[in-house]
């Protein structure tokens, strides 16, 4: 499904909510140049005018119509923080915290269909539940730098009589665009940089490739908008231009086939205190500001000089953020898809010169023999898609104290390039085939550690109740701390930073009176 996006307008000054919950962290949203009214997402319609606070309301002209939102009111205290709060309660964790970051303009980057005629180009989000349009031009989650873009957009459409695509057909130029923000910028005062920042336009075009029929409108709409938002037009707003070729009748957005048309090649931002790059096709967390907080706060559970798996690992964000600031003695970033590899590769050029540690970044499955992954360890970090954790991974790590002998045995086999396997197992070749070794490996001697640490970061709250109460089935895990993050104020969604430590660990209650008793004598 899309993420909701929009277009340009007249900005809205922002509000300031005044909360008096201890728990919640609301920075006052800045105030941009163009910027357009508040975001919401998705959560429950029905909370009532009675309880909810004005100041932090959505106020959205697409609420009723546009997919992409479900929560009116409160947007700093989404409906489900009080399940998650009951839910770590439960468990033990009694100072769960929620940080609910920027309530409105958050959203940098954006997945946006483009329908109706070249005339009245519709560019937005499916109605719910249909592949119905919405044009959602006021959307107030979008940075308002995006709403621009997409405005400028449609002039263009309008110009050079491109047709939007039409699904029942199959036929039209333009299917989608997407917008992604970088407010990296050196050149800026540090508070001026996200109201500032510039947009990477990727156009979905209908063809497979640039030689196909109607390239010369692609170009003309590329230059349109170069000229119109590029670096030397009267209002800088595009950072560049990109094209991507797709013409499967399926719902997959995004065709195999990429051209850097304009401006820049290289997307950059700086997020939990390092540059990383992004490609088009990368991954990227739409609420830079909430992805950058939920680092800062990772960032103190991991040791000083520790040894980090990092699974799910996309780019590498989160393992190469932990390099720079912990000191990491190794890093092991393990992804599936292989597009990811450029990025990373880009971003590690760009770590501080104090970085000294042994990293890699591996092109692999880890639901395949995911203990391999983990080995010699000291933390272990899971970013999973909103499914959960691959089901051979969960039982691993729920088994993980049974797994010691195991350990000793992989630890004294001969190493992969010796394996007589590997033909058997195809999936081990291509993970050193598209292995990237940075610095020189950890140990003469092999590690036989497990990790004694493990953090988990979910963006799907059903999956993560699941996986957490299987974690700690077996006991061999105990839940220390958990934080909650508003990546996407205005729905029920819930991001989750969850710290969990080897063996059964000592409840808060039991804690809090030793620390009393301390005190008294």
């Not at 009080?82 to 964790?93: P, Y």
């Not at 940075?143 to 699904?167: C, M, Q, S």
């Not at 156009?203 to 409108?217: C, F, G, H, Y």
Request: hydrophobic share 35%.
């Amino acid at each position: 499904m899309l993420h909701c996006h929009f277009t340009p307008r007249p900005i809205t000054p922002f509000v300031t909510c005044q909360l008096s919950t201890s728990s919640l962290r609301i920075p006052s949203p800045s105030q941009p140049t163009p910027l357009p009214p508040p975001l919401l997402s998705l959560a429950a319609k029905s909370i009532p005018d009675s309880v909810s606070s004005p100041a932090c309301s959505l106020q959205c002209t697409h609420f009723q119509s546009c997919s992409g939102c479900t929560h009116e009111f409160d947007l700093h205290r989404p409906v489900i923080v009080e399940e998650a709060t009951q839910f770590f309660n439960d468990l033990g964790v009694l100072d769960f915290t929620f940080d609910s970051c920027k309530l409105w303009g958050w959203r940098c980057r954006a997945k946006l269909a483009v329908r109706g005629s070249s005339i009245s180009p519709m560019i937005g989000l499916y109605q719910e539940g249909t592949h119905n349009v919405v044009d959602i031009p006021d959307c107030k989650a979008h940075h308002p730098n995006i709403n621009a873009a997409v405005e400028l957009l449609k002039r263009g459409i309008t110009e050079f009589d491109i047709e939007p695509y039409d699904e029942d057909q199959g036929t039209g130029d333009l299917r989608y665009v997407q917008l992604a923000v970088t407010t990296y910028s050196t050149s800026l005062p540090s508070s001026e940089r996200y109201k500032n920042g510039k947009i990477q336009i990727a156009l979905v075009w209908n063809s497979r490739n640039e030689t196909s029929q109607n390239s010369d409108k692609l170009n003309a709409l590329a230059n349109f908008l170069w000229k119109n938002g590029g670096v030397r037009s009267n209002t800088h707003l595009v950072h560049s231009v990109w094209a991507n070729f797709q013409t499967s009748t399926n719902n997959v957005i995004f065709g195999n086939r990429w051209r850097h048309l304009l401006g820049e090649r290289d997307f950059w931002e700086h997020v939990g205190g390092i540059d990383i790059c992004l490609t088009p096709s990368s991954f990227g967390q739409a609420n830079t500001q909430a992805f950058d907080s939920l680092l800062r706060k990772l960032q103190k559970y991991v040791p000083y000089g520790a040894s980090v798996a990092d699974l799910y690992a996309g780019a590498g964000v989160i393992g190469l953020s932990l390099a720079a600031t912990r000191k990491c003695r190794s890093v092991k970033c393990v992804e599936v898809n292989k597009e990811s590899k450029l990025s990373f590769e880009k971003t590690v050029e760009r770590l501080p010169d104090r970085v000294n540690s042994s990293i890699s970044w591996h092109h692999a499955d880890t639901s395949k023999e995911p203990l391999s992954w983990i080995m010699g360890s000291d933390v272990v970090v899971v970013d999973p898609p909103r499914k959960g954790l691959d089901a051979s991974l969960a039982n691993m790590l729920r088994d993980i104290s049974s797994f010691k002998r195991k350990v000793k045995l992989l630890s004294k086999s001969p190493p992969l390039m010796d394996d007589k396997k590997d033909e058997k197992r195809p999936w081990v070749l291509r993970a050193r085939e598209e292995t990237v070794q940075i610095g020189s490996t950890t140990d003469s001697e092999p590690n036989q550690s497990l990790p004694q640490t493990l953090i988990y970061i979910s963006c799907g709250w059903e999956s993560f109740k699941e996986d957490c109460k299987m974690l700690l089935s077996n006991k061999a895990w105990h839940l220390e701390k958990a934080h909650g993050f508003n990546f996407f104020p205005g729905t029920q969604s819930i991001e989750v930073l969850a710290i969990f430590k080897r063996g059964q660990g000592v409840p808060q209650k039991k804690k809090k009176v030793v620390k009393k008793k301390k005190k008294r004598l």
